[in-house]
Each structure stands twice: as C-alpha cells, then as structure tokens.
C-alpha cells in the first residue's frame, strides 16, 4: 500500500488536468478497500476474458478509476485520458509504479459499475476512461524505457 500523503498528491495531480473549456468533466474514485479492489479486478478479468485467478491490476493495491461525463462536454474521453497521463506522471515522479489497464468502459456500462456509482451518490451520463493501478515497484521492477521509434516527431521550422 502507497502512503496517503502520496497517493493524495497523485490524486490532486489528477484534478489539475487540462479539459476542454475547463469543464472538469472526469471524475476519480480512489479505491484502496482491498474487498472492492478485489470485485473489481474479478469482473475486469472476467470483462478480458482471462482465466480464473488472473489479476489484471498486477496485485496493485491502489486502484484509481477515471470516468467523464459524457453530457458535460464532447471532449469528455481526452479530458478523461489526459487525468490519467496526470496521475501517472504524478506517481512516477514520486517512484510510485502505475499501469493504465482498460475495460472501465464495459464495466461502468454494466450492472455491476453502476452498482458502484449508485452506491457512492454518483449521477450522470459516466463512461470509465481507464484504470490507474498504483503500488510500489517489485525488486528488479524497474525497467529501461524502450527505444523511441524512428519518425515519432517531425519538425516544421
């Protein structure tokens, strides 16, 4: 488990994404109770079709989930995917580990993520972004970046 003041600092990096017209239209819940954190991997691997038993959050402990609100704003998946890039450049920048992992759509579409929403007084037209899985590196974790690919930038001058 991340510290608190960390995972707070990583949370608030979140806020502070850019959206279109300053709409502000994702939201981040921050689940760490381990039961719900445990659902939710269940129905994502079930969503992904991997066997029993499979984790798709890695044994993080910290999940953090980005939805937007769809009738906030036409930019709500790239205000979406940019509090993501946020909360993971937050965590790398405190040596925190963090992996994007997808199917927060199908989750939130079905009974199950609406369940969640319900029960946390959430309302609104919602559709999940992404997963942020939080933790702390395993020994021998840390990896070398893979090289760029040739052309990824060109210049005009």
């Given at each position: 488990m991340i510290g608190e003041e960390e995972l707070n600092a990583i949370i608030k990096a979140g806020t502070y994404a850019p959206t279109g017209m300053n709409t502000q239209s994702p939201i981040i819940i921050a689940v760490t109770n381990?039961?719900?954190?445990?659902?939710?991997?269940?129905?994502?691997?079930k969503i992904g079709g991997w066997s029993e038993g499979f984790d798709p959050f890695y044994g993080a402990p910290v999940i953090l989930i980005v939805l937007a609100d769809k009738a906030v704003s036409a930019n709500y998946i790239y205000d979406g995917s940019l509090v993501m890039g946020n909360l993971m450049n937050a965590a790398e920048a405190l040596g925190i580990g963090s992996i994007w992992i997808h199917r927060a759509k199908q989750e939130f579409e079905s009974d199950f993520g609406k369940k969640i929403l319900k029960d946390l007084g959430i309302t609104g037209d919602f559709e999940g972004i992404g997963h942020v899985a939080l933790g702390y590196k395993a020994e021998g974790g840390v990896k070398e970046a893979a090289p760029r690919k040739e052309?990824?930038?060109?210049?005009?001058k």
């Open positions: 381990k039961e719900l954190r445990d659902k939710i991997s269940e129905e994502n691997r052309n990824y930038v060109y210049r005009i």
